[in-house]
């Protein structure tokens, strides 16, 4: 079993910064990726950025340029450095751990609100 715990959400202006941090409990060994997906009112949820434990990185187009994922293996913590925020990235952002087989599961934290003011 993996735990997620999300924070770092809040309240920021178009153009402004946040950075949401992750940290992962129970099975962490047992992790390989781990990400950030978002889901905007109204919509699916969709993928942010991911990264592995190789450290290979994929990020949605509408989020290349502006915001970095990265990983702190010592505290078990995947980050999420979002700049130039803009009004369309308002969302619940939440964290995702997946383990793979022969164990085999996808965990997700409860999620972050991130709202963007313009």
């Known amino acids: 079993q993996v735990q997620l715990m999300e924070s770092g959400g809040g309240l920021v202006q178009a153009g402004g910064s946040l950075r949401l941090s992750c940290t992962a409990s129970g099975s962490t060994i047992r992790i390989n990726a781990m990400g950030w997906y978002r889901q905007a009112p109204g919509k699916q949820r969709e993928l942010a950025a991911t990264i592995t434990r190789a450290g290979n990185t994929d990020y949605a187009d509408s989020v290349k340029g502006r915001f970095t994922i990265s990983r702190d293996f010592a505290k078990d913590t995947v980050y999420l450095q979002m700049t130039k925020l803009k009004p369309e990235d308002t969302a619940v952002y939440y964290c995702?751990?997946?383990?793979?087989?022969?164990?085999?599961?996808?965990?997700w934290g409860k999620g972050a609100l991130v709202t963007v003011s313009s």
């Open positions: 995702s751990a997946d383990v793979p087989a022969p164990f085999g599961d996808l965990y």
